[in-house]
Structure formats: C-alpha cells, structure tokens
C-alpha cells in the first residue's frame, strides 16, 4: 500500500482540478461526490499505509519518488514524498478530520449558489497541506505552504460580496507573508552553508558542520521561526485568525483543526535538529507559546462572537504546542496537535451548528437556553470544552499534562504561565457552555430545511469527532526515533495543582455566568475594568500598533511619492497612448467613399513595396 502514497495529495489535487474547469455545471449530489469522496479516499489510503507502515521494523521510512523538478547550479530538488512517523500522524490528521469536515460542509454549504467552487478551493486546501506534510525537501514544503496560504486568501474571503470578508481574507494573507518571507531566505541560508534543502541531508549536515550554539543554527533557526509565527498565529503575527471567522463555519474549522495553523508546529518538529543546535532560540518558541497562549486567553474572556472564542482559543492552545517544542516536551507537542485537532473540529462544527439553528447569529447574547432544545448539539458542545479545558480522562488531559510536567522540570516560570493558561481556558470555554446552553431564550431555534441525508452527513461527522474527542488521548503515536525523547513527571503536588486550577475556572465560570451573574456586573462596574476589557476585546491592540508603527506611515509615503518620476513615465505612456488614439479615431468618419479611398491607397503602397523589393 506504500506505493500508493502518491495518491494521498494527488486525489483532492484532481478533485480539485475537475470541480475547477466544469465551473459549477455539476449537480450539488455530484460535487459532494468529488469533493468528498476524494477527500474519504484519499483518508482510506492514508490508513492502509498507516497499518503497513506499523509492520515495518520500529524506526522505518519510506521515500517515493515521483520526478525530478528542477536541476539548476547543485540545486536538484525532486518531487519526492517523505513517509516516516510524524509525517504519518500529520497525513493521518489531515486527511482524517479533512474528511469529517467535508462531509459536514457537503451539508452546511448546502444552500450555497457556489457550492461548487466552495469544494474546489476546501479539496486544493487539503492538498496543499498533504504536499507540506509528505515533502521529502524544503522546497516543496514551501511550495504547500504558500499553497496553503493562496487556499485561506480564497476561503476565507468566500462570501466576498461583502467588503470586509474581503478585508479579513487580505489581512490574513498580508500579515502570513511576513513570516513566509522571513522563512523563505531561511531556506536560502540553508542551502548556501550546507548545499541542500532535502530535510533529512540538511539536518545531519547542520548537526555535522555547526557547532552548539552557531551563529547560522541560531540564525536559520530563528527565520523558520518567523515563518511558523506566521501561519501558526503567534505572536506577534497572530491577529489574522480571529478576522478570518469571516469565512464559513467548515473553513473554520479546517484551518484551525486540520490545516494552516498547525503547519508552523510541524516545521519545528520537522526541522527539530535545527533548534537543538539553537537553545537560545529553541528557547525563545517556548516564551513565544507561553506569551501567546495567555494573550488569547484573555482576549477570549471578552468576545461575543462564539468563533472569535474559538479562535482565540486555538492561538492559545497552538501557544501550549509552541510551549512544548520550546521545552523539549516534542512528543507531547505533537499528540496536543492531535487532541486538538479532534476537540477543536468538534467545537467548531457544533458551533456552525448552533449558528444555522438560531437563522444565522453568533453573538452569544442572543443565545441561551440551547440545552433542551438543541440536546445533540450541547452534548458535542460540551464534550469538546471539557477536553479544551484539559479535564481528567479527556483527550485534552493526556496531552496538555506532560506539556506542564515537561515545562516545570525546564522553566517554572513558563510552567507557571502555561498553569494560568490553563485556568484561563477553563473560565472562557465553560463562559461560552453557560451563556449559549443555559438561561433564559433568547432566540428560538428553526429547524433545518434540508433533506434528511444531508443532516445525516453532518450528524456522522460529529458522532465521530465526539468518539475521537472522548477516547483520542488513548492513541499511541509513532514518533520514536523520528523525535527527541522525553517522558517527565512533576511532583505529585505539580501535578493535583495542573488537576485542581482549570476545575476552579470551571467552577468560577459558573457562579459569574450562570448562578451569579450580579456579580459580574459588580466587576465590570470597577473603575478601570472597562477599558482592560476593550483593550482584550480589541486583541490587547496589535492592529492599531500596525497601523501606526507600518500601514499609515506607508500610506504617507505612498501618497508623497504620487508624482514621483515612476509616476510621471507612466502617466507620459498614458498620454502618448491616448494621443494616437485621437489621431487614429478622426479616420473613423462613417464614409464609405473614405474607407474605399484609404483601402486603394494601401493596396498601392504593398503594391510598390512588392515592386522595389
């Protein structure tokens, strides 16, 4: 089954193609076909080479070449697929949730007029961020990350009849093109200091040739992490995600599950020999993660929009992944990738569920009471906040508790950090459950119109994601002898404050939002406390930080150099062009006599150029 590999990214890659050129003549049944069924194919493969890949002695790869791209100067990059343990688990991720998300949105989307470019773009998603996780070389990881980059531009801006939909899918591609630059001349230092960019001969090679600590390490270390910082939302790139919950629920929850955000924690531990040679700026991701995940956490208290909750949420559980690269916890990093994966999808779906109930809202202060009425949707709902909280027994618990224990042996500070983190993503997860599911009613929910196998779909699809979120932190991951091995354990005292905080921010969250909510109010009413909440509301203010510090200092200077020289030759072009079109315009008189007499003249003067010649 191995040899099929090929046909992981190749398959939503054709569907892709087919939904592309037919432009929407297909059936609403037949692009659910393609765009589905590709994706469930393309899931298929990736677990029969799963379980072939598990017969294979401990420690086996498998590379498949499929044709060399480009020989220029000792540049010689094939277009070769990678297949070892974390490649595995990030295909098995990919594809997996990838599937059950597009057989949601075969269902979600089903009102959509352009359902069929809707597909097109999820399909050249998913292939896109197949192509990064299966690349045997750094070139075409980067090809699949911009890739995925151009993919987000096209989904998240997908209702793009209004302005700022656009504005958010612009923003999101912008402000990820800094970190993409930064870690495209990464790859270019690369290959001048050790003359490749395949993953394997570059690592052992910067193993080989710098020393602990090299200037080049630390600095080719550094730009990939600009990069990451980039499509993982981290600081200080992070304030593109919330924006992009413009783009459709499914959207959401692929590049927040499945997808773009997760790309920056596989380059890390993809490229782990790198940071190691690096401590300082191996040490600098875990500050970074540990920054990242308490700002979102306190943006995420003050939201109303029950996906900026959830967004907020991911940059603040991708921080704890950053975290754990940072410490040295790179198993524990990559399995809250897989957690996360299943919960967040979970929570996202539900929440698309919620907002197609309630005729299309999302401010949770018109919802309430969804309890009783939406039983199946509460259920999931709850499910997935109680792993986001990392409650004992979830799959959240398993893979948030070594990155803790990993962070207390390496630096109790950013322990300490990663714990309010904790307690923080408790108080605003079970915030969203005790608004939106209990109170009073605030809007009444519709029942879907839709055929009942379309909700079918989207009920399987998160019948699934609740089994994966349940019993997901039972999973055993292939990474030995792919990553750095390291299994702590914090004191016994450590470990019960890990348990008891996120239980006393559930517990908090219940008396502010549900038993006592007089209370809240008495908070808010403090001098001062208004102005922290908008400034949280706000995203502690990045965006206006931008525009002062780069976007209005370049418009000003964009708008002083309007007459400039360049300006002055293009517009002298224009004239010129106008001009003779003036000119060319007065032979246009209506006049038969005149075209008949231009027409003799010209063929009087081929006559006498065939003549002298």
Known sequence: ??????LIPALPLFSSIILILTQGKLSKNRVAFFGVGSVGLSALITISCAISFSLAPEGSVYSQTLWQWIDVVGLQPAVTLYLDGLSLVMALVVTCIGFLIHLYASGYMYPDKDYSRFFACMNLFLASMLILVLADNLLLLYMGWEGVGLCSYLLIGFWYQD???GQAARKAFIITRVGDTAMAIGLFLIFRELGTLNIQE???????QWPLGSIYASLAALLLLAGAVGKSAQLPLQSWLPDAMAGPTPVSALIHAATMVTAGVYLIARTHELFLLAPDIQMLVAIVGTLTLLLAGFSALTQTDIKRILAYSTISQIGYMFLALGVGAWSAGIFHLVTHAFFKALLFLSAGSVILALHHKQDIHEMGGLYKRLPFIFCGFLIGSACLAALPFTSGFFSKEPILAQAWHQAPLLWLGGLVGAFLTA???FRLIFIVFFGPVRTEPQPLHMPDRIKMRMSVSLLTLTALALFGGLFSLPLERVLPESDPHAPAG???LNILLPLFGIYLAYHLFHRDPDRLQQLKSRPGSEKIRLFWLDGWGFDGLYDRLLRFPFLRLAHSLR???ADALSHSTEKVSSYFHGLLSE????Q??????????????????????
């Open 592 to 613: 038969v006599r005149w075209y008949a007499s231009i027409m003799v003249a010209g063929i009087l003067v081929l006559m006498g150029i065939g003549v002298l010649n």
């Open 427 to 429: 108080l605003y997860s």
């Open 494 to 496: 450590i470990e019960t």
């Open 1 to 6: 089954m191995l040899k099929l590999l090929w």
């Open 563 to 565: 007459n400039d020289f």
């Open 163 to 165: 302005p700022a939909n």
């Open 202 to 208: 570059a690592m052992n090679e910067a193993s080989r």
């Open 587 to 590: 032979t246009q008189t209506g």
